[in-house]
């Protein structure tokens, strides 16, 4: 019985070692060798300071930059995550019209708003708008820039430029980061 307790003792402590720590350090590892700024989480400085994630949604108050989707969890990571209100929910109706008055308020007079726009994604923290939300906020954003025609021109033409396709053109779907966007939107 000693020797069996012995046994399984050791057993413990060598996979401990090994799933618990060296495969860790080795995946790990490995990771920042391969993919130095992914493994990092894919942040972004502006003068040495980190000024946000391509991987997370932050939330854009200021109406000269564009939008990401709603966020359920106000973009915080800790309690990110779905409200899972089904499409008959009175409080899903009553937040998309709320932000559907919010957008038109902000945006002008035209009440069609993108769908991606009145509710909030699953985790609350998606990067990324399909690039008609982004054309939608193209004139609030010149608007309240005080651009001429051809800076807007050129706004519409960063649109196009950071459109990600999606991968092998069928996996996912066509998308913009807003972080990269409003990065590149003020070299306008």
């Known amino acids: 019985m000693?020797?069996?307790?012995?046994?399984?003792?050791l057993l413990f402590s060598i996979m401990t070692l090994a799933t618990g720590i060296l495969y860790p350090l080795l995946v790990t590892g490995l990771a920042r060798?391969?993919?130095?700024?992914?493994?990092?989480?894919?942040?972004?400085?502006?003068?040495?300071?980190?000024?946000g994630s391509e991987l997370i949604a932050q939330d854009v108050g200021d109406s000269a930059y564009f939008w990401p989707r709603p966020?359920?969890?106000?973009?915080?990571?800790?309690?990110?995550?779905?409200r899972n209100l089904g499409p008959l929910s009175r409080e899903l109706g009553t937040q998309a019209a709320k932000r559907q008055e919010e957008w038109i308020r902000a945006n002008g007079s035209d009440p069609s708003v993108p769908l991606e726009m009145l509710s909030a994604s699953a985790s609350g923290l998606d990067p990324e708008i399909s690039p008609e939300a982004a054309m939608?906020?193209?004139?609030?954003?010149?608007r309240v820039r005080h651009w001429k025609p051809g800076q807007a021109k050129a706004a519409e033409e960063l649109i196009k430029k950071h459109t990600e396709r999606p991968l092998f053109n069928f996996i996912g779907t066509t998308r913009i980061n807003i972080l990269l966007l409003n990065l590149a939107?003020?070299?306008i």
């Not at 060798?33 to 000024?51: A, D, E, K, Y």
């Not at 966020?71 to 779905?82: E, K, V």
């Not at 939608?136 to 010149?142: E, S």
């Open 2 to 9: 000693r020797r069996l307790i012995i046994s399984a003792l």
């Open 185 to 187: 939107l003020d070299d």
């Open 71 to 82: 966020s359920t969890s106000y973009y915080g990571t800790m309690p990110s995550g779905a």
């Open 136 to 142: 939608a906020q193209l004139n609030r954003v010149a």
């Open 33 to 51: 060798l391969l993919f130095p700024f992914t493994s990092q989480g894919s942040l972004r400085q502006q003068n040495g300071v980190i000024i």
